[in-house]
C-alpha cells in the first residue's frame, strides 16, 4: 500500500483546510485509514480514523466537531476536513492505514498502522 498525502498549508486562525490522502497499491476496502500529526518538539498523536469502506469514525477530544474524515472510494483517497483551525494545530499531518475488521476506534496508536504517508505540514498563525 502506498499512501500520499497533500493539501497542507498556511492559514490564518479560524480558516479551514483540506488534506488529501491518495491511496494506491491495492484496494484498502478491508483497512481503516487514520490521521495523526505532529508538532515541533512533540510526539505523533492521532488525530482520527475510519473504515476506508463503512461508516463510523473516531476523532481525538481536541479535534471533535472541527475536524472530519472522509472518504472517496471512487478516487482511493482519504480526506481531513478542518476547519476552525487554532495555532495549536500547527503541525505535519500524516495518513497511515492498517488492515483490520476492528472499529476505527480500536487502533489509534502510530505503532498500530504499518503503511504511512510522507506528512504534508500544515501552519496556523494567530
Known amino acids: 500500500v502506498q499512501l500520499q498525502a497533500s493539501g497542507g498549508g498556511w492559514v490564518q486562525a479560524g480558516g479551514s483546510l483540506r488534506l488529501s490522502c491518495a491511496a494506491s497499491g491495492r484496494t484498502l476496502s478491508s483497512h481503516n485509514v487514520a490521521w495523526f500529526r505532529q508538532a515541533p518538539g512533540k510526539e505523533r498523536e492521532f488525530v482520527a480514523a475510519?473504515?476506508?469502506?463503512?461508516?463510523?469514525?473516531s476523532y481525538s477530544d481536541f479535534v471533535k466537531g472541527r475536524f472530519t474524515i472522509g472518504v472517496d472510494i471512487v478516487k482511493d483517497t482519504a480526506y481531513l476536513q478542518m476547519n476552525n483551525l487554532t495555532p495549536e494545530d500547527t503541525a505535519v499531518y500524516y495518513c497511515?492505514?492498517?488492515?483490520?475488521?476492528?472499529?476505527?476506534?480500536?487502533?489509534?496508536?502510530?505503532?498500530?498502522?504499518?503503511?504511512w504517508g510522507q506528512g504534508t505540514l500544515v501552519t496556523v498563525s494567530s
Open positions: 475510519r473504515r476506508w469502506k463503512g461508516g463510523g469514525a
Open positions: 497511515a492505514a492498517r488492515q483490520t475488521m476492528y472499529s476505527p476506534s480500536y487502533y489509534t496508536k502510530s505503532s498500530d498502522f504499518p503503511f
